[in-house]
Nanobody, 127 residues
Framework: QVQLVESGGGLVQPGGSLRLSCAAS????????MGWFRQAAGKAREFVAA????????FYADSVKGRFTISRDSAKNTVYLQMNSLKPEDTAVYYC????????????????????WGQGTQVTVSS
């Protein structure tokens, strides 16, 4: 059983920065990919970024590439999402996710590729 807890959300001005954290517990080496997704009001949950625990390889949605950075601290079992140059359209609930043990046949950009989800943290970008 994997438990994920997000933190770090809040209200920021356009152009500002915020860092989200996702503390993971109970994971095994069979679960190698961690992702960040977001869901705006009335919208579907969408992929933001993903990272491999073992290799550190990163992946980003085009909408956040160059502005957001995903990273991990293996010693702390924590994944981070550094968000810079925030825009109002970044406003959403942000969720941390982990893929299932044994991996998934779904691409890492699909919600179906993940078995475990955090409770979400609200990010609001407004002046």
């Amino acid at each position: 059983q994997v438990q994920l807890v997000e933190s770090g959300g809040g209200l920021v001005q356009p152009g500002g920065s915020l860092r989200l954290s996702c503390a993971a517990s109970g994971r095994t080496v069979g679960s190698d990919t961690m992702g960040w997704f977001r869901q705006a009001a009335g919208k579907a949950r969408e992929f933001v970024a993903a990272i491999s625990w073992s290799r550190g390889a990163t992946f980003y949605a085009d909408s956040v590439k160059g502005r957001f950075t995903i990273s991990r601290d293996s010693a702390k079992n924590t994944v981070y999402l550094q968000m810079n140059s925030l825009k109002p359209e970044d406003t959403a609930v942000y969720y941390c996710a982990a893929d299932p043990e044994g991996g998934s046949s779904w691409p890492h950009t699909f919600v179906q590729g993940y078995a475990y989800w955090g409770q979400g943290t609200q990010v609001t970008v407004s002046s």
